[in-house]
């Protein structure tokens, strides 16, 4: 498939999305194993194992599937998440999670259930006060805060993350520049 303007509605960012995959139908109840699915937006591939199925006592399908990203950019991901014009990072990403999207009514964002890991190497903060921000964190790590050349904004991002009724909570989120680590764990809304 070839969507040219797939958006999801809290970003609302259009993107080229293609895919191509293999399913497997089973004509007695419409359920639909998917094996695998390769999605590509941007420069990043998503490859999703799962299936489309009817749980008992809900209405419609849900959608449950194994996620990774191996090798992809993070400001491909953002740009279906975040809804600034301008990512606020890029660099590598690697990221594998479970979704479940049960079915039925409902905003996606207050349905949707992930729970997985991913890490960003060399991570670049697009915004240049974020940047200067990050950069004398690193000169007072280093021991050097006046030193105009020590100190880095390129930094490494890790963590565990759990998404669910519009929320998102990071566990064990390493943050990483030159003279600094930090490790936080922090909850927030995902509001339209």
Request: charged share 25%; aromatic share 6%.
């Amino acid at each position: 498939t070839d969507t040219p303007d797939f958006k999801v509605t809290i970003a609302g960012h259009p993107v080229d999305l293609k895919t191509e995959y293999e399913a497997t139908v089973d004509g007695t109840n419409g359920n639909t194993m998917l094996h695998p699915v390769r999605a590509t937006v941007g420069s990043t591939t998503i490859v999703a194992d799962g299936a489309v199925l009817k749980r008992e006592g809900e209405k419609g399908r849900a959608v449950e599937l194994d996620v990774t990203v191996d090798n992809g950019r993070i400001e491909d991901l953002m740009r279906l998440a975040v809804k600034a014009d301008k990512p606020p990072l890029t660099g590598n990403v690697t990221l594998h999670t479970k979704f479940d999207l049960p079915a039925g009514e409902g905003d996606v964002t207050q349905k949707l259930k992930l729970l997985g890991r991913f890490g960003v190497q060399h991570a670049f903060f697009t915004d240049p006060q974020v940047r200067d921000k990050v950069e004398s964190l690193s000169r007072r790590g280093q021991g050097k805060p006046d030193d105009e050349d020590a100190g880095s904004s390129i930094s490494n991002l890790r963590g565990q993350f759990a998404m669910g009724g519009g929320m998102i909570t990071f566990r064990n989120l390493m943050f990483e520049v030159p003279g600094a680590n930090v490790q936080l764990n922090c909850t927030y809304a995902l509001a339209a």
